[in-house]
């Protein structure tokens, strides 16, 4: 059920406009405010459905709390029907143009005060829906479906924005590449359904392994890849070691029994200070790492340097 806020110096008005909308069971909860500043104080805290105010109050009126309310974009959705005793046509109008959703002519009616918040509930009720779904299918747009992580292509967009503020900025930004060794062998021996358990798991444990700001993606199949931002070559290889010992030691579940992976580690940096890097050259370069890794024996970190590149 709704909440609903009301604003009113007169408690005898709150008393009535409750009254009115309690019957209803409708609102769950009904906060009150005896000026526009007390007011703006629940709006940000509590976030309600819908305000109902009066316009004018003692100190800090109606079009005051109209004004702060603009200051603060995310509670723009929040409905406010402005109780007013204006018959003026052009107030009506600045009412509007202030931020109010509608208003009420008083005194009112009390059908009609009915009528006007149900209407805007049910447009805040559908305009929230609608914001859901749109975040929703933004999380689908760059979510992989399976580990929950970034996708490729997501990736690749993020990749583009840190290296051009690497360059901006002249701060280092650092990429690894996680290569779940022999795989296959699992999907093999315990299923698809064990390979995909395995996939989630080692996914969770490299998102918990790095900060905030840095992103982690699924690169394809069973590699992933890791942007750490602000981080240097030693930093990086520090962070993927950690990685690594994270991912030996996590336990997977087959019937009852515990099973074990291990991983392959690449990384490569950009430093923000010499020559510009293309995304394809930073990844190339920490899939040769990972390459090498791969081919001295797995379960390793190697970090890119020249040697690596001569020899391919």
């Given at each position: 059920m709704a909440v609903m806020l009301l604003v009113d110096d007169s408690p005898t008005i709150r008393n009535q406009?409750?009254?009115?909308l309690e019957g209803t069971g409708e609102f769950s909860r009904f906060l009150e405010a005896d000026d526009g500043l007390q007011a703006f104080k629940l709006l940000a805290e509590h976030k309600p459905d819908v305000v109902v105010c009066d316009l004018v109050m003692p100190v800090f009126d109606g079009m005051k709390?109209?004004?702060?309310r603009g200051t603060r974009p995310e509670l723009a959705h929040i409905p406010v029907i402005m109780l007013t005793a204006e018959q003026d046509s052009e107030r009506k109008a600045e009412i509007l143009d202030r931020g109010a959703s509608d208003y009420v002519t008083k005194p009112f009616n009390d059908k009609e005060l009915l009528a006007r918040v149900r209407v805007h509930l049910r447009v805040k009720?559908?305009?929230?829906q609608l914001r859901e779904a749109n975040l929703r299918l933004e999380n689908l747009a760059v979510t992989d479906g399976?580990?929950?992580?970034?996708?490729?292509?997501h990736f690749d967009s993020l990749l583009v924005g840190e290296l051009q503020r690497s360059l901006r900025y002249k701060v280092p930004v650092s990429v690894v590449l996680v290569d779940i060794d022999h795989f296959k062998q699992v999907n093999d021996t315990y299923g698809h359904s064990t390979g995909d358990q395995v996939l989630r798991n080692l996914s969770r444990v490299v998102m918990g392994g790095v900060r905030t700001t840095d992103?982690?993606?699924?690169?394809?199949?069973?590699?992933l890849a890791v942007i750490l931002t602000q981080t240097p070559l030693q930093g990086a290889f520090e962070?993927?070691?950690?990685l690594r010992a994270m991912v030996a030691a996590a336990p997977h579940d087959y019937q009852g029994k515990a099973i074990f992976k291990t991983a392959s580690f690449g990384v490569a940096s950009y430093d923000g200070q010499g020559a510009p890097v293309s995304p394809e050259e930073l990844l190339g370069r920490a899939d040769q790492a990972l390459y090498r890794a791969k081919h001295e024996g797995?379960?390793?970190v190697i970090r890119w340097d020249p040697t690596l590149a001569e020899a391919v």
């Open positions: 406009i409750r009254s009115v709390f109209l004004a702060l009720v559908l305009q929230d399976l580990t929950g992580l970034f996708n490729r292509r992103f982690v993606a699924r690169f394809g199949g069973e590699e962070v993927a070691e950690r797995r379960n390793r």
